[in-house]
């Protein structure tokens, strides 16, 4: 392009030349020059947010349902901070983000200007990497890096911070080759070395008690790499458990498929975790929710570790077999070399593993006893599972952080991946309505739905109106017991049922709340009539603030408890929770 | 007084450190660009590391990139993940662990400030000839001596000044290089 351009023109064009459609912002002084350049095009649309970290969380759910960056763009000072909880959370959840804030102008950093902050200080911790444009020249290139930045590798947030005067400047655009692009230093370890993957298919063979135990990086790895487990599971006929953030990426439907591990994961899937002799984490990082106590994880498994990052190899759980590379590609040579030496499933060698696998089922760990008077939460996750199954639509869920996203997890079934929109590394409470935003943006005729609780959904409630803006049919299902739930559970078990401040005195009535930001709100508390209010918020063309008034005290279960485990885990029948806690259980506190 | 009222289990399991600690020098290779220090030193206090000693430089003025040598005290376990953490900056060319290597050669410069009259000056000057310091500033009451070498023996040096009107003491932190014809 002969003619110069502005740093904001520039922003613009990068963006555009990335293929992005959609950005989620909010303008301010230093971000105008930006604003204004968008402002004369209309190939990249805005989305004006209420509050940045809404913006973030829009972006993150953006992302994680179509596979692609999601991109903010905010103002200096209180807008790159209010971004800061949405930024750690794409971190610890290896979002791809692309956030542009904008700074005071050059001469002023370091002077305490209005509205300024050390935006690259600040998120330095929270970023896979971030940049400050000191000069015109560079912002082409760092815009296009920070894009290849945000996506390759394990992917997350990347902010560029532009001063104002920066994005006023006139250089030329250039769109930076991609050999060019990034230092010698950034190249991320794609493919697995063979011989360990081979030494990994080699165990596989001889597994007699096997499990897959999957996580969010296949669903990061792309929906290819979904593809190759599903193949990779039918051709071995090993049981598969999954993470929170690896939901969908195996079907729930699937015979094989035992249900989500960890803290409140199924008695069949940690059980199994507990006793296999070989374990295959695909994606996963032995995250403390996951593993219980250390020294008591499955203690007698060869374990297999698939990472795109190797820090994670080691990090928390020693394995014997690490594979550093991306989950997509490794499936793949799994299943090549599977093929390679044998067309039958280890069908009879892991008979006895599936018939004992089929006694832990029986328990029915996810049981719950229903009640004709109030409504479940477990019940309000199942009707809503089933009335959704017959919709004809896309389905999206997301959550916000809590029981009820553990009640969500357990009870509403994912058949695949990029469907499940959830905080699961820094459990960010407020998550759950701003992502469901995000997703119908890049679904506008799939069906959202946020399950929240009366809490978590307070905490970014502003954004229902971002909703009514853009006409997003979004719908907000909470489940509202008038208690922090989670909280006041483990009050409840760990701390002498002293509830300290895990209840609301006053919440606003939810029905007129929507009403008042121009949505539609439904309330109910009788099961008799949930089916059909389910249905009136399905029906309705907008968005929908839907208050379910559920049991109040009712406990998420299994659970496995502190100083525990796995295969110590709590039951549903269990009598006094209380007391499994011993004497051990105390000491690690 | 609340004793009774403590809490019976914890949201996170707890678990004591039951390695041995072991005394490592890194040489980190990175991008010399505005930040990056601040990018490693904030690893380090961002996951508990401790740094005993970090120097930093940079050392191929045209590839822009700079040496960091850290010297870290840390469970072996910790140390490798410290070399990975390192490894996962962008800006982070390699990492290498010298002490873990094979043999290296570390170095140490110190400039060191004496004042004195009379037989303590002379009693100086001998010990600075036997430690090869040099002196790189004299007055009628005072000396500056430069002393390289390992850590231990410009301690050695500092401790025999001491009481021979030792005044201040500036140290460059650690350098350091392996062995043999191999580079970084």
């Known amino acids: 392009m002969a003619d110069k351009m502005t740093g904001a023109e520039m922003v613009i064009q990068a963006l555009t030349d990335q293929g992005v459609e959609h950005i989620f912002g909010y303008p301010g002084g230093a971000a105008l020059p930006i604003y204004d350049a968008m402002f004369q095009q209309d190939k990249v649309q805005h989305i004006l947010v209420r509050h940045e970290q809404g913006a973030t969380h829009m972006a993150e759910g953006y992302a994680r349902s179509t596979g692609k960056p ?120 794609m493919d697995g070395d063979l011989d360990a993957i081979t030494a990994a298919v080699d165990l596989m063979m001889k597994a007699e008690r096997p499990i897959f135990y999957t996580g969010g990086g296949v669903i990061n790895a792309g929906p290819e790499a979904s593809e190759h487990l599903r193949e990779l599971a039918e051709l071995t006929g090993f049981p598969v458990t ?24 199924t008695y069949e899937a940690n059980w199994a975790m507990h006793d296999c002799d070989v374990m295959i984490n ?10 219980g106590r250390i020294d008591a994880f499955s203690p007698n498994s060869r374990k297999i570790h698939v990472d795109i990052d190797p820090s994670s190899i080691n990090k928390v759980v020693r394995v014997d077999v690490p594979i550093i590379g991306d989950c997509a590609r ?17 069908t009879e060698a892991i008979a006895p593993w599936w018939k004992q696998i089929e006694k832990w089922r029986a328990v029915d760990s996810l049981g719950y006893k229903n009640s004709e008077t109030t409504i479940k939460p477990q019940y309000a996750i199942e009707r809503l599972y089933e009335a959704t199954k017959k919709q004809g639509k896309e389905v999206f869920i997301t959550t916000e952080v809590g029981q009820h996203q553990m009640w969500a997890a ?66 907000i299902f909470i489940l509202n017991n008038e208690r922090m739930g989670m909280v006041r559970q483990w009050q409840d078990l760990l701390h002498g049922s002293r509830y300290a401040h895990s209840y609301s005195e006053s919440l606003p009535d939810f029905v007129k709340l929507a009403e008042a930001y121009g949505g539609k709100g439904i309330r109910c508390d009788n099961p008799a009539e949930l089916d059909a209010a389910i249905a009136e918020m399905l029906d309705y ?30 039951l549903p029948d269990t009598a006094n929770i209380g007391d499994i806690i011993d004497e051990k259980g105390r000491a690690l506190v | 007084m609340n004793a ?32 990056i220090l601040a990018r490693v030193v904030g690893l380090f206090s961002a996951r508990g590391y401790n740094i005993e000693s970090l120097t930093v430089s940079e050392t191929e003025h045209g590839r822009r990139l700079s040496r960091i040598t ?75 001596f430069e002393v390289t070498g390992k850590p231990d023996k410009i301690d050695s040096f500092i401790s025999l000044m001491q009481p021979l009107g030792l005044v201040e003491v500036v140290r460059t932190g650690l350098a350091a290089i392996s062995r043999g014809p191999k580079g970084m």
Not at chain 1, 173 to 187: A, G, I, V
Request: charged share 20%; net charge negative.
């Open chain 2, 4 to 35: 009774h009222l403590q809490p019976t289990g914890s949201a996170y399991f707890l678990t004591k450190e039951t390695q041995e600690t072991e005394r490592h020098t890194l040489s980190v290779l990175v991008d010399n660009e505005p930040g």
């Open chain 1, 541 to 570: 063309d907008g968005p929908v603030l839907f208050d379910v008034l559920v049991e109040k005290d009712e406990n998420c279960l299994p659970m496995i408890p502190s100083g525990k485990p796995h295969n110590e885990i709590i």
């Open chain 2, 70 to 144: 850290v010297v870290v005290i840390a469970t072996p376990k910790v140390l490798v993940q410290i070399k990975l953490q390192l490894e996962r900056l962008v800006p982070v060319h390699k990492v290498h662990d010298l002490t873990a290597e094979g043999a290296s050669i570390e170095r140490e410069l110190a400039l060191i400030k004496v004042a004195g009259s009379g037989e303590h000056r002379a009693e100086t000057l001998r010990l600075a000839d036997a430690f090869r310091a040099h002196i790189v500033d004299a007055t009628v009451e005072s000396f500056v």
């Open chain 1, 282 to 291: 695909i994606g996963a990082r032995f995250d403390d929710r996951i593993t």
């Open chain 1, 410 to 475: 357990q009870h509403f079934h994912f058949d695949k991946p990029n469907h499940w929109m959830t905080s699961g590394g820094l459990g960010t409470m407020g998550y759950g309505l701003p992502a469901a935003v995000g997703v119908q943006v890049a679904h506008p005729d799939a069906l959202v739905i946020d399950i929240a609780g009366e809490a978590s959904v307070q905490m970014t409630m502003q954004e229902l109106s971002t909703a009514v803006q853009y006409r997003l049919p979004i719908k």
């Open chain 1, 330 to 346: 490794v499936l793949a040579e799994m299943v090549r070399i599977w093929r390679s030496k044998t067309n039958q499933p280890r």
């Open chain 1, 70 to 189: 999601g991109v903010v763009l905010v103002t200096s000072g209180p807008g790159a901070t209010n971004a800061v909880t949405g930024l750690a959370d794409a971190l610890m959840d290896s979002i791809p983000l692309v956030c542009i804030t904008a700074q005071v102008p050059t001469n002023l950093i370091g002077s305490d200007a209005f509205q300024e902050c050390d935006t690259v200080g600040i998120t330095r911790s929270c970023t896979k990497y971030n940049y400050l444009v000191k000069r015109v020249e560079d912002l082409p290139r760092i815009m296009h890096e920070a894009f290849l930045i945000a996506t390759t590798g394990r992917p997350g947030p990347v902010v560029i911070d532009i001063p104002k005067d920066v994005q006023f400047a006139l250089g030329d655009y250039y769109k930076p080759d991609l050999d060019t692009l990034r230092h010698q230093s950034y190249r991320p370890q």
């Open chain 1, 242 to 265: 999954s993470t929170l953030m690896g939901l969908g990426a195996f079907p729930a439907s699937n015979p094989q498929w035992m249900g989500m591990l960890g803290m409140h994961g």
